[in-house]
Every structure is written in structure tokens, then in C-alpha cells.
């Protein structure tokens, strides 16, 4: 049996774990935080992807420079050789919790004969309850929406509820949705009514396209003229919208790679420290490798490789319990307030890398420079093992 290598790093590892264990725990704890905290921010991000997912299917059209689509302006509508269908429709906003401070849920007001077919185009689906009765103030409601705001069937809402609510008016919850888009429906009859303040919320329409050519739609709307050559129309797609939540992200890379840096090289200090620390032990080992003749750069990388097997391995064990706590935080806490979260986002886990990366490195460095200033004749009279 062929005698252990003693320059092995694995071997020394396994032969000294609670040297180590600081600086692994360390890696371990601060990964663990990292892909927790830096993860948590793209629920964000995940809820509003729910209420944009809708616009895959259809398209919001409103007058650009006049108060009404009637007239011309629908003759250019029905002009759209991509359009399948449109219907007339009103958009009211429903407060829901976000990670921070407060969202939008979208309850559109569509006439009741419109409703089954933009459901069935949505794949949402009646969970419990009715759909609007015409002419009443009935809603449904997504049921995610339904459980942050902690109500139920026959829960009222609306400013004529409680005055700090952001829907005009008063509604009642008489059904429940469920599905991937979040979208909630109302009568578009009882938002119309002349003598309600529901009326001065401009009416616009929903263009549905042709199988496969949603694209081609949006851009012939965006593209439209009235007979004086003016634009015709003001496009709400799912492009527009999802580069307008980019856009209020924007900086968010940069917060993120200023915190990722600072905690990297903050602990890049500490575990340089610990294994500098740690090395003072060996100091007898390695002058006696000096001292029969071994050259400072395999031993070198000796401890670079103990230091970067140990930074890695606690990267690992971190990036897995980081994954752990999400998924607790998820299940506890977010999913009740309906608010979503990517577990998995591979943007946290590559900013937790650089934190074992500079690690290894400044602990390689420092170490370097210990073991380039040992005299192992020195070290080797001092102990007396000479």
C-alpha cells in the first residue's frame, strides 16, 4: 500500500477538521446570507411577472391624442390584418402586498358575454363563487390577491368601503380565480354608469390577435395613423410594460455588486487572518519541509489549496442551506401575503462566488508571503530540533 502523500492538502484536511472548521464556518454563514437576502429581492420582480403574464395574450389599446376610440379610430382598429377580436374594457387597480411597500392587481371590467372567452385565453378558472352579475358591483378576484388581502367571499373593498382605498367606488367579492395570471374581472355595465365616479375611468379596448401573430398586431398598432397622419394609438403590450418594471430596477445590479464586493472582501480579510492564525501551528511542519529540501512553491500551493478547498467547500454547504431558508421564508411568510419568489435565481449564487474566490485568493497571498519570510535553520534551533 503506497504510503500517503504528505504535501496532500486533502490529506491534511482530513486530518486537522477543526483548524479549519472557523474559516469553513465563516463561508459557510455568510453564502448562507448572501443567496438568502440577495435572492428575496427578485420577488419583486416574480410578482410582477404574474401581472404582466396576461398581456401574452392580449393588448391594451387607448386613444393617443383624442378622448375616445369612437369613429375614426375604430375604422383604423378593425383595419389590423393581425386582429382577431377586440372588446371594449376599463382597467381599475387593486392593492396587494409587495416585498416592499405595496403592488397593483389588475381587475379589468369586461361585459359579461366577454368574460368565459378571456378566461379560457388567460387559462384562468372560476374557483369558487359566480362571475359579475350584470349591472352589480360584483368581483372576482384572483385568489392570491384574495389571500394577501386577507378577504373572502362577500368581503366588500372600494373608497366607499375604506376611504384610503385605491378603488373607486365599492365592490363586492363574489367569485374566486385561480391560475397563473393574476387578473380579476368586474361588470364593465356597473363601472359605466353616468351618474358613478366609475365613469370618468376612460374605456379603451382589448385586441386579441391571430394565433402566432401577436407580434405582428402590436407592431401595426404602434405604427397606425389617423387620416391626418398623426399616431393613432397608445400600445400597452408586454414588451412596454416589462421594460417599464426593468426600468425601475435598473440600478438594482449595481446595489447588488456593491454589497456582494464589500462582504467579499471584508471576509476575504478575516479568513486571510484565521489561516494566517492557523499557520503559526505549523510553523515547525513547514520548516522542516524547507529544511530537507522541499521548494517554497509546491508549498505554496500546498496552502493555497487548503484554503481554497475549504473557502469552496463552504460555499457549497452554503449555497445549499441559503436554498433551505428560502424555501422556509417562501412557505411561512411569503406565499400568504401571495407574494412570489424564484428559490433558485442563478444571479445570487454567482454573486456568493466571488465571496470563496477573493478568499482563497488574499488567504493564498498572505500565506505566501508568511512561508517566503521563514529561515527554517532558525525555526528548526529555536525548537531545538536540531
Not at 404574474?50 to 375604422?75: C, D, M, N, W
Not at 424555501?327 to 411568510?333: D, E
Amino acid at each position: 500500500m503506497a504510503a500517503p502523500d504528505p504535501l496532500s492538502p486533502a490529506l491534511f484536511l482530513r486530518r486537522n477538521p477543526r483548524r479549519v472548521l472557523p474559516v469553513f464556518g465563516i463561508q459557510l454563514l455568510v453564502t448562507t446570507l448572501m443567496v438568502a437576502i440577495v435572492t428575496s429581492i427578485n420577488a419583486f420582480e416574480a410578482t410582477s411577472d404574474a401581472y404582466l403574464k396576461p398581456l401574452e395574450q392580449f393588448t391594451i389599446v387607448a386613444p393617443r391624442h383624442r378622448v375616445s376610440l369612437e369613429g375614426e379610430l375604430e375604422a383604423v382598429l378593425d383595419e389590423n390584418p393581425a386582429m382577431a377580436e377586440r372588446v371594449r374594457a376599463k382597467t381599475l387597480w387593486m392593492r396587494t402586498p409587495m416585498l416592499i411597500g405595496e403592488g397593483r392587481a389588475p381587475l379589468l371590467a369586461l361585459a359579461p358575454e366577454a368574460q368565459p372567452d378571456f378566461m379560457g385565453r388567460l387559462r384562468v378558472r372560476l374557483v369558487d363563487g359566480v362571475l359579475p352579475e350584470p349591472g352589480t358591483d360584483g368581483a372576482a378576484v384572483h385568489e392570491a390577491v384574495l389571500r394577501a388581502r386577507g378577504m373572502g367571499l362577500g368581503d366588500t373593498f372600494g373608497q366607499n368601503v375604506n376611504a384610503d382605498d385605491v378603488v373607486l367606488d365599492k365592490f363586492t367579492v363574489v367569485g374566486v380565480l385561480g391560475g397563473a395570471s393574476r387578473i380579476g374581472l368586474v361588470d364593465l355595465a356597473y363601472t359605466s354608469r353616468p351618474d358613478s365616479v366609475l365613469a370618468r375611468l376612460p374605456p379603451f379596448e382589448v385586441v386579441y390577435a391571430e394565433e402566432g401573430r401577436k407580434a405582428e398586431s402590436d407592431a401595426w398598432l404602434k405604427d397606425a395613423e389617423t387620416t391626418d397622419g398623426e399616431a393613432a394609438f397608445r400600445v400597452f403590450d408586454e414588451a412596454f410594460l416589462r421594460e417599464r418594471t426593468e426600468r425601475s430596477m435598473e440600478n438594482l445590479p449595481l446595489l447588488l455588486g456593491f454589497i456582494t464586493i464589500s462582504i467579499a472582501c471584508v471576509v476575504a480579510f478575516v479568513t486571510a487572518l484565521l489561516n494566517v492564525i492557523g499557520f503559526q501551528g505549523r510553523v515547525d511542519e513547514f520548516g522542516i519541509y524547507l529544511a530537507v529540501g522541499h521548494r517554497r512553491g509546491p508549498l505554496v500551493n500546498k496552502l493555497a489549496l487548503e484554503a481554497g478547498l475549504v473557502a469552496f467547500a463552504g460555499w457549497i454547504v452554503g449555497v445549499g442551506l441559503g436554498l433551505l431558508v428560502l424555501l422556509a421564508f417562501k412557505a411561512i411568510w411569503l406565499e400568504p401575503k401571495g407574494i412570489l419568489l424564484w428559490v433558485v435565481d442563478a444571479r445570487p449564487i454567482g454573486y456568493s462566488f466571488s465571496v470563496p474566490v477573493l478568499s482563497a485568493l488574499v488567504s493564498a497571498l498572505a500565506l505566501a508571503r508568511r512561508l517566503g519570510r521563514m529561515d527554517p535553520v532558525a525555526i528548526i534551533q529555536r525548537r531545538g530540533l536540531g
